[in-house]
């Protein structure tokens, strides 16, 4: 671990291995953790857009059938007739 200085001297690290080794290790376990929730965050999300997207197409669905209903006559209206049956006029 030696480096040459600009001047052509070779530099002696001091620091120990044993601080060294848990600096890496402890910055290697950082950008682990780091990244197990980024890879959390992003499945939470796309679960999420995997249900709104449901949720959506269910409800247009709907929309599409409540539509159709209403386009199309009620069953039945043109047979209806007002009488004496209906229950309108009776004392």
């Known amino acids: 671990m030696d480096a040459t200085s600009q001047d052509g001297n070779k530099r002696k690290y001091t620091t120990r291995q044993g601080v060294q080794?848990?600096?890496l290790g402890r910055s290697r376990d950082n950008w682990k953790?780091?990244?197990?929730?980024?890879?959390?965050?992003?499945?939470r999300l796309q679960n999420r857009v995997n249900d709104v997207t449901r949720s959506?197409?269910?409800?247009?669905?709907?929309?599409?059938?409540?539509?159709a209903?209403?386009?199309?006559?009620?069953?039945?209206?043109?047979?209806?007739?007002?009488?004496?049956?209906?229950?309108?006029?009776?004392?």
Do not use: C, H, I, T
């Open 21 to 23: 080794v848990w600096f």
């Open 33 to 43: 953790k780091k990244y197990k929730q980024l890879k959390v965050e992003a499945k």
């Open 56 to 67: 959506r197409d269910n409800w247009r669905k709907r929309a599409e059938e409540l539509e």
């Open 69 to 91: 209903r209403m386009a199309a006559p009620p069953e039945g209206a043109a047979l209806k007739k007002s009488g004496p049956g209906d229950g309108a006029a009776v004392r």
